[in-house]
């Protein structure tokens, strides 16, 4: 990695760059190479630095993937999610050092496992009928692959102890259903139970080889199925605070059919959003756009969230 590069990056490039990074460090571990957070903690820094200018980190996480890397793609993602919804839930500036630092290496031992290696032809048979693509022993490599990310990172102190404990737990769940060690909420660091909850959210709503993305609404949707369980509520409610139902950097419809783009949330008022319009009821484009705070302007309504990708 251009370390000097990486530092100097901002926003859409800085986010190539953690690509890049994130892509380096989940190789190094398949041949078997420890990882030292000491550069990723220069990483984590530098996003963080970044998230407080502007939100073109957030804007470009939520327009990016690729479906020929969607396991690099996800992590960036995870770590740009979780380093919101750390900042919005108050945790000190350690904890949302060590969630960014997590989030960016949490899928690290996925290098050891079959999906990694899979080629395209393969993935989608994998993603078609898992049953089939993989054997018994292939889906116990899975489920260990935060075993692997855990055992990965080098022991250089209490942080990277923490760092790794984080890493082991973020597929653990508030009941205990979660893997490897079938931990409850109470028993799992408040880093990792972010990092669970975004990790399922950003699955959602971006594609994959055989599944469209949802929209933000309705991949709340799909995890508040799932609260009280898998999730509980007060950590649904920290997403739906920190990222609302209308994320920054989507693009919404108003009742009147004009269409805008959103460009700030609250988390007092997360379903009000700040709105850039950009087109309107007739289509036509909105030059300059006009920004408008929903908070204040009760009358107007929105109807839907559109879709940001096309996969067909």
């Known amino acids: 990695m251009d370390r000097e590069s990486l530092q100097v990056a901002r926003g859409s490039d800085l986010y190539t760059q953690l690509l890049r990074y994130i892509r380096e460090q989940t190789e190094s571990v398949g041949r078997g190479e420890l990882i030292d957070i000491t550069d990723t903690v220069d990483v984590a820094r530098w996003l963080i630095d970044d998230y407080h200018r502007s939100t073109q980190l957030l804007e470009t996480a939520m327009g990016f993937y690729d479906p020929t890397d969607f396991v690099v793609s996800h992590a960036a993602n995870v770590a740009i999610y979780a380093l919101k919804m750390a900042t919005d839930m108050g945790l000190s500036e350690s904890e949302v050092e060590e969630t960014v630092l997590a989030g960016i290496l949490h899928d690290i031992g996925f290098s050891r496992v079959p999906i990694f290696g899979m080629d395209e032809k393969a993935l989608l048979g994998f993603e078609e009928n898992p049953g089939q693509a993989l054997t018994d022993e292939d889906y116990r490599l899975v489920n260990l692959h935060p075993v692997y ?164």
């Open 149 to 312: 990310g855990h055992d990965a990172i080098a022991s250089n102190g209490s942080r990277s102890k923490r760092v790794a404990e984080i890493l082991l737990q973020h597929h653990e769940k508030a009941d205990g259903s979660g893997y490897p060690n079938g931990l409850r909420e109470s028993e799992q660091h408040i880093q990792a139970r972010i990092i669970s909850i975004i990790d399922t959210w950003e699955a959602l709503i971006h594609p994959r080889p055989l599944r469209d993305a949802l929209v933000p609404p309705k991949g709340i949707e799909a995890i508040k199925n799932q609260a009280g369980g898998v999730y509980s509520s007060e950590m649904l409610k920290e997403l739906i605070n920190s990222f609302s139902l209308y994320p920054v950097g989507h693009f919404i419809r108003l009742g009147d059919g004009s269409i805008g783009k959103v460009i700030e949330t609250r988390t007092d008022n997360p379903c009000r959003p700040v709105v850039e319009l950009l087109f309107d009821q007739k289509g036509m484009r909105i030059d300059p756009p006009i920004q408008v705070d929903l908070r204040k302007n009760n009358l107007i309504r929105i109807t839907e969230c559109l879709p940001r990708f096309r996969t067909n």
